[in-house]
Every structure is written in C-alpha cells, then in structure tokens.
C-alpha cells in the first residue's frame, strides 16, 4: 500500500461525490473543426492543473468553491477525426447530466462543443436562452462548406432557442451578415441593463475566451485585439447574480500558444468567478 500523498489531478474544491453534486464539471478537450490556431483540445487538462495555483475563496464573491457543490467529471474522451460522434457524445453525456437534476459547467476545446450543450439542455429545460461572451459573431450559417463549425455554433444554437432569447457581448469582428443578424434581432448588447429581457428566463452562459484583449489572453486560437480587460468581464459576471444560470461552458484556450502559463491562469480564474453565478 502506497502512501503518497499524490497530486490530484481534479480541479480543486470540487465535490468528489458526483451524487450529491448540483454542478458538473465536464472536460470537452475536442478542436476538430478549429480553422486558425488549434490546440484548445489541451485547455482542460492544462486548466485542472493550474487550478491548484489559484484560491478557493473568491473575495468577489465572498463565496469558497465549496460553497459551489460542484464534481469534475473529468475529460470525455473523443474519437479524433470524428466530428460528428464527438458532438453526440457530448449532447448523450449532458443528456445524462440534465436528467440526473444536474447543471454542467463545459470546459472545452473549441465554440462547437456548445451546440450539443444546447440540444442536451433544450431538452430538459423549457424557456431557454444564451448570453455569449465571444470576441467573434459566430453566426455564419456554416464555413467553407461546413455546417459543423466553430464560426456557426452559436446561429445554429438560435435555431434551437430562438434568436430573441440571445444576447451577445464583446462582439468586434465578424462577416457584414453576420452583423446583419444582430442588427435585425437585436441580440449585440453594451450595457449590463441590456440583458434584463432575458430575466425570468434560464439562460446559459457561454464564454470564448478571446473575448478578452489579447493582451490578457493571448493563449487562444483566433485572438483579437480591442477586447476587455479581466475585471470588465467579471462585471458582468456579478451582474449576471440575478439571472437564473443553468448552464454555462468556457471555451477557446490553446494554451501552447502562450509559453509563460499565463493565459491558463487567466482562464482558470474565470472558470472559478463563473462558478461562482452558478
């Protein structure tokens, strides 16, 4: 009998009883579809390691990670170079969680693995709606060619709830009919005040993180520059308090592109903020 102590290779505090959990934490380490930078199929093994760098307490919040009742699941595991049974183990797995009267919290990987969030959530979850924090539209109807991409997750994710219950936050690049879609539905906002419509509904939080400045998180697969600062995010985080979350997924980060580690600190840390509105 071996007596250690080992490294735990679970993100700190969570909950190791996936029974009397209320959150779970599923790793979805998939870039299939990735058509700049790839890589982000490594951020959630990177991110549980370095989680043991950061607090369990956040003083944003006044609340500890054990206050959150949260079980990693772990990382599913993915047949590469199949996109289409990688989405589907996805949606079975949420299925799964949703039935058990549980919420997921999906740590990707690219902005594809929402879609099969959605259609998991959408079936076990009535009045559904999507606040997507994201640098890009990604409301292509597909790219080039593909209807199964991370440039058309989140159009295909409005067929599912309706684009009157999206609202998107951190927009600044995208194709003209791209922007034409959120012109005619309204879904661009800029100020916190601009989601209230969407309270008394349940909404699911999906962040890319190149919606931060590059210069924050550079350690993703198509950064762009013009985006926020960490503490700008996190407003809208704590604004985010009074809305039903049910669900929510952080996506994007390939940390090989930033040797110094810092990008994965960066994202784990909001991985721990967004628990925190959970």
Same mark, same amino acid.
């Given at each position: 009998?071996?007596?250690?102590?080992?490294?735990?290779?679970?993100?700190?505090?969570?909950?190791?009883?996936?029974? *009397?959990?209320?959150?779970?934490?599923?790793?979805?380490?998939?870039?299939? *579809?990735?058509?700049?930078?790839?890589?982000?199929?490594?951020?959630?093994?990177?991110?549980?390691?370095?989680?043991?760098?950061?607090?369990?307490?956040?003083?944003?919040?006044?609340?500890?990670?054990?206050?959150?009742?949260?079980?990693?699941?772990?990382?599913?595991?993915?047949?590469?170079?199949? *996109?289409?049974?990688?989405?589907?183990?996805?949606?079975?797995?949420?299925?799964?969680?949703?039935?058990?009267?549980?919420?997921?919290?999906?740590?990707?990987?690219?902005?594809?693995?929402?879609?099969?969030?959605?259609?998991?959530?959408?079936?076990?979850?009535?009045?559904?709606?999507?606040?997507?924090?994201?640098?890009?539209?990604?409301?292509?109807?597909?790219?080039?060619?593909?209807?199964?991409?991370?440039?058309?997750?989140?159009?295909?994710?409005?067929?599912?709830?309706?684009?009157?219950?999206?609202?998107?936050?951190?927009?600044?690049?995208?194709?003209?009919?791209?922007?034409?879609?959120?012109?005619?539905?309204?879904?661009?906002?800029?100020?916190?005040?601009?989601?209230?419509?969407?309270?008394?509904?349940?909404?699911?939080?999906?962040?890319?993180?190149?919606?931060?400045?590059?210069?924050?998180?550079?350690?993703?697969?198509?950064?762009?520059?013009?985006?926020?600062?960490?503490?700008?995010?996190?407003?809208?985080?704590?604004?985010?308090?009074?809305?039903?979350?049910?669900?929510?997924?952080?996506?994007?980060?390939?940390?090989?592109?930033?040797?110094?580690?810092?990008?994965?600190?960066?994202?784990?840390?909001?991985?721990?903020?967004?628990?925190?509105?959970?």
């Amino acid at each position: 009998m071996l007596t250690g102590p080992f490294l735990d290779r679970n993100w700190m505090g969570q909950n190791p009883d996936y029974n *009397t959990s209320s959150i779970i934490m599923l790793g979805l380490p998939f870039d299939g *579809t990735v058509s700049y930078r790839s890589g982000s199929r490594f951020a959630p093994e990177r991110i549980r390691l370095a989680s043991w760098g950061l607090e369990e307490y956040s003083p944003e919040f006044d609340k500890e990670l054990t206050d959150v009742n949260f079980h990693d699941a772990g990382d599913l595991e993915f047949p590469l170079g199949n *996109t289409v049974k990688s989405l589907d183990m996805i949606e079975k797995n949420v299925d799964e969680i949703y039935s058990d009267g549980k919420k997921v919290l999906g740590i990707g990987g690219e902005h594809l693995v929402t879609l099969p969030e959605i259609k998991a959530v959408a079936k076990h979850v009535k009045n559904l709606a999507i606040i997507h924090f994201d640098a890009h539209t990604d409301l292509r109807k597909e790219y080039l060619g593909e209807k199964l991409s991370h440039s058309a997750v989140i159009r295909h994710c409005s067929d599912i709830i309706g684009a009157e219950n999206l609202k998107q936050v951190g927009i600044r690049s995208g194709m003209k009919e791209e922007f034409d879609f959120m012109k005619e539905h309204n879904t661009l906002v800029h100020t916190y005040s601009e989601l209230d419509v969407l309270k008394g509904k349940n909404v699911f939080v999906t962040v890319d993180l190149d919606v931060l400045d590059p210069s924050v998180m550079c350690g993703t697969g198509t950064p762009e520059a013009g985006g926020m600062m960490f503490n700008e995010l996190l407003g809208w985080f704590k604004y985010l308090k009074n809305f039903n979350i049910i669900g929510a997924d952080v996506v994007e980060l390939s940390p090989d592109y930033d040797a110094s580690g810092v990008s994965t600190a960066v994202a784990t840390k909001v991985i721990r903020e967004l628990l925190m509105v959970m």
